[in-house]
């Protein structure tokens, strides 16, 4: 396995990142701890979950993933070989914390929630899983402008850097962000003498290349590393050899 130091943290994380949304619904506990101790052994050591998840999302496994990550953690007991990296639901989940929002008050109660879950007392990587504003983000095309912009995106950087200053997150980054909200993100971070996103969790394949467009320029010349999600396109083009070890791993390669 490779490993490399994400953007200009002191995270050396491995190439492939273990994305966990099937825990707690395609997959059982029993099965999710198989794959992440196959991923341990062979070099992985850079987890991705969500608050939100088991994915599709719904109220009765909301957190579920996180709590299988815990108790794998609980019964490894080297929570220092791993880099783990959660995220704060952005807006639209109703039955979340009575409709998830990105205020301080969200995200702080989110950050409690998921370390308790997780069984672990520090995130490494805390991420906003997608915008407060209405935006095209999610793969929506098209734009259409309003000025309903939510809670905004300074008092979301606020909370998040009070998380970093209290010792629960090392580091923070943003997901299914667009190439202004990144700037607006960094700027403030600079203006206001908050806590820097480090990285931007987005959609990249060979069938999906919008990140090219904007945002990859924006994280050459900024440090802002990309975590690609979906980079086998929802197993489009991995179809022969997901065929041919569903069984074995219980897996789909969606992340």
């Known amino acids: 396995m490779k490993y490399k130091k994400l953007s200009n943290t002191e995270l050396k994380v ?11 619904e395609q997959n059982s506990e029993s099965e999710s701890h198989e794959q992440l101790d196959y991923s341990l052994a062979h070099g992985i050591n ?4 969500a608050e939100m998840y ?3 999302p719904k109220e009765e496994t909301q957190g579920r993933t996180e709590e ?13 070989k791993i880099i783990l990296a959660t995220k704060v639901a952005g807006p639209g989940m109703e039955y979340l914390r009575d409709g998830s929002r990105l205020d ?21 990587l805390y ?18 402008y309003t000025d309903e912009m939510g809670v905004p995106i300074e008092e979301t950087l606020e909370a998040m850097s009070d998380l970093v200053k209290s010792g629960k997150v090392r580091y ?8 202004w909200g990144t700037n607006k993100y960094l700027q403030l971070a600079k203006e206001r003498g908050l806590e820097r996103i480090v990285s931007i969790q987005n959609p990249y394949s060979l069938l999906n290349r919008i990140y090219e467009v904007g945002l990859a320029e ?23 050899i997901y065929q041919q070890n569903r069984k074995k791993f219980k897996a789909c390669p969606i992340w």
Not at 172 to 179: D, V
Not at 218 to 240: C, D, M
Request: aromatic content about 12%; hydrophobic content about 35%; some cysteine.
């Open 68 to 80: 299988i990550i815990g108790t794998w953690l609980n019964k490894r007991k080297d929570r220092d």
């Open 172 to 179: 923070i980054g943003i997901s299914n962000e667009t190439p």
């Open 14 to 24: 491995s190439l492939i990142c273990l994305g966990t949304m099937t825990y707690g």
């Open 54 to 56: 088991a994915i599709p």
């Open 127 to 144: 991420q906003v899983h997608w915008p407060e504003r209405k935006s095209n983000y999610f793969g929506r095309l098209g734009y259409q």
């Open 46 to 49: 850079f987890i991705d979950t």
């Open 104 to 124: 301080k008050k969200h995200i702080s109660q989110a950050i409690d929630e998921s370390l308790t879950r997780l069984q672990t007392d520090y995130i490494d």
């Open 218 to 240: 924006i994280s050459q010349h900024e440090n802002v590393g990309l975590l690609a999600y979906s980079p086998l396109w929802f197993w489009s083009t991995y179809r022969k």
